[in-house]
């Protein structure tokens, strides 16, 4: 039991790491005080900046306004991450 209880303590904690990352690529234009660190390995540059000019971006916010709606209609797992992999494809290297 004790082997148990540990095994669900560490991935409850990978969960509570990784967690932030996922809700950032449903609603990346409503996080505020974002913890970087978790983008850490990927190694971009200048990620704030970006993200600023993102959250500014009327058409980028009312993308992914889009997309949560489309997530919340969405009755299978596959649909979702199509979705997903739709909006962000859209997205242009340079905002």
């Known amino acids: 039991m004790d082997a148990i209880k540990l095994e669900f303590c560490n991935r409850f904690k990978d969960f509570n790491s990784f ?6 690529l449903i609603k990346p234009d409503s996080i ?4 970087l ?7 971009i540059e200048e990620f704030k900046m970006q993200l600023i000019d993102f959250k500014v ?3 980028w916010v009312n993308k992914f306004a889009e997309l949560r709606k ?7 797992s596959y649909e979702q ?4 992999l739709i909006c962000w494809s859209s997205f242009p290297l340079k905002v």
């Open 57 to 59: 971006s009327a058409l």
């Open 19 to 24: 967690g932030p990352m996922f809700s950032f």
């Open 37 to 43: 660190k978790v983008f850490e390995w990927k190694g």
């Open 32 to 35: 505020e005080n974002f913890d």
């Open 70 to 76: 489309n997530l919340e209609n969405s009755t299978t």
């Open 81 to 84: 991450s199509n979705s997903i």
